[in-house]
């Protein structure tokens, strides 16, 4: 089938980078990405390129490149899904917060109304393709709801998981490790479909690079993939500890341990933590599938990922306290760093949240600062947790827009996310500028221990002493 016409349902950060290189590298294919957000969607059709939804390192140059070209941002999602021949649904799949499964399962009702909003629609066949990470069988969902709620048109599902991580997104989708499409390659619809996918993505992507499995395959790797990225992170965490309690330095052992080509040098940065939208949720979720098919143990060793992860954001947070003399009621904490990683504005799942939401606690004042992320973001995600009053909130975290203005009479300067340019600040300054004994707790190990000792700072980074 010759695909004149894409729609992506879901102007997030998965869909909207995603269709950019789409649009880009198929310069005859009308690409529209839909949402119901119209804040959104006007944000994705701003004139200043600094007012995007997302900021991702070289998107705004693909994004004027191709908006109005042949890729357009809409609310107007009927009409784009009867002109298309390929939908790819690419919606939030957050943690259930209620009923079964709450806490673990992936709340799926965002891509049932999908789904079935797609059904409703559709007037010719379609290939509908799960861009979303999802549980293992939700492709069979899907087409349960379309075949019975359609129009009597043929619908091929495809899985076509996304391994961009944010802050790269650009060069993961231009020069990705694989391309994975899952489908039913048993009847010729289902290869015809997976075939006009793998077209698109010929485009640009080495036809070695692009993979084709059966659907579950598919849905499972993304999952896997991610759940193994987690595990490499919260292993060296958990050694991070155990360096610190012996004297070891957990960079000389992961520097030591990466040389060995099977385990390979990537992943093994200790921090203060992971984040972001998909290694807890997709973690999560493997342990529900596995405890509903009753497999325990499988479950028990994947949480354990998890745990680990939360005892480090919960053990950087007790070590600012423990060193400052047991009490922070009172004294402020600088935090330098609010989104989950560099060289993205997202703050999902972000360590920082919890680390400040433990310090609250025991009534500290928190002043932030991050490149590109604002005030009510912060106050959103601290509120989201719901531990104290919103008021209360208010009062004890304050977001700065100049770096050395939160260094202005703070005890402590914890380093949250690793900015790059957090590298580069006048160090002797902020100094100056702090109460003393001067802190620094590096949760990404970005400083130079030598050099802040000798300006005065008591420096402790993650994993060493
Ligand atoms: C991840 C996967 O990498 C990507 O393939 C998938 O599509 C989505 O989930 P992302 O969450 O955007 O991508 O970022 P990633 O680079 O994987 O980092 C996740 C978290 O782990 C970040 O908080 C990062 O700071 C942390 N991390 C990563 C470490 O603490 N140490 C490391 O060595 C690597
Ligand atoms: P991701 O990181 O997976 O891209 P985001 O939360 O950034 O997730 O983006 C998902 C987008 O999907 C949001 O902008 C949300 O408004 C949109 N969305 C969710 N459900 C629907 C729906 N039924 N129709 C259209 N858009 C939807």
Not at 82 to 106: H, L, Q, R, W
Not at 182 to 202: D, F, H, P, Q, R
Not at 336 to 346: A, I, M
Request: contains cysteine; positive net charge.
């Amino acid at each position: 089938m010759k695909i004149k016409n894409i729609c992506c349902i879901g102007a997030g950060y998965v869909g909207g980078p995603t269709m950019a290189v789409i649009a880009q590298k198929n310069p005859d294919i009308m690409v529209t990405v839909v949402d119901l957000d119209e804040d959104r969607i006007n944000q994705w059709n701003e004139k200043e390129l600094d007012k995007l939804p997302i900021y991702e390192p070289g998107l705004a140059k693909v994004i004027s490149e191709t908006r109005n070209r042949n890729l357009f941002f809409s609310t107007q999602i009927d009409n784009s899904i009867e002109k298309s021949e390929i939908i790819f649904i690419s919606v939030n799949t957050p943690t259930k917060t209620y009923g079964d499964g709450k806490g673990m399962a992936a709340d799926l009702k965002y891509v049932e109304l999908c789904a079935r909003q797609i059904a409703r629609v559709a007037k010719t066949d379609k290939i509908v393709v799960e861009k979303s990470t999802l549980p293992v069988k939700t492709a069979e969902a899907i087409q349960d709801i379309l075949n019975n709620t359609g129009n009597g048109v043929n619908f091929e599902i495809l899985s076509n998981p996304e391994f961009l991580a944010e802050g790269t997104a650009m060069r993961d989708l231009a020069v990705p490790d694989r391309v994975l499409i899952g489908g039913n390659y048993k009847t010729k619809n289902g290869k015809k479909a997976m075939k006009s996918l793998v077209n698109i993505y010929e485009s640009w992507v080495p036809k070695k690079n692009i993979l084709t499995t059966n659907i579950w395959s598919s849905e499972l790797s993304k999952l896997t993939a991610n759940a193994f990225l987690a595990q490499r992170v919260s292993s060296i965490n958990s050694l991070s500890e155990l360096c610190e309690a012996t004297g070891a330095d957990v960079l000389e052992v992961a520097k030591a341990i990466g040389m060995d080509t099977r385990i390979g040098d990537k992943f093994l940065k200790p921090s203060v933590g992971f984040g972001g939208s998909c290694f807890q949720k997709d973690i999560l979720n493997l342990v529900y599938i596995a405890k509903s098919l009753g497999l325990n143990e499988v479950a028990e060793y994947w949480h354990q990922v998890i745990k680990m992860n939360n005892y480090q954001r919960f053990r950087f947070a007790k070590n600012i306290i423990r060193s400052l003399y047991n009490t922070v009621n009172g004294k402020k904490i600088a935090f330098l760093g609010w989104s989950f990683k560099k060289d993205t504005n997202d703050t999902r799942e972000s360590a920082a949240i919890y680390v400040a939401d433990a310090l609250l606690n025991e009534k500290a004042y928190i002043s932030v600062f991050d490149p590109k992320v604002n005030s009510k973001k912060i106050m959103d995600d601290i509120n989201s947790l719901g531990t104290r009053p919103e008021n209360q909130n208010m009062k004890y975290l304050k977001f700065e827009k100049e770096p050395y203005k939160i260094a202005d009479g703070a005890h402590a300067i914890a380093i949250l996310t690793e900015w790059d340019e957090f590298k580069n600040y006048d160090w002797k300054r902020i100094f100056n500028l702090m109460n003393k004994p001067a802190f620094i707790f590096d949760g990404r190990n970005i400083l130079d221990k030598i050099i802040l000792e000798k300006i005065g700072f008591v420096y402790q980074g993650v994993g060493r002493r």
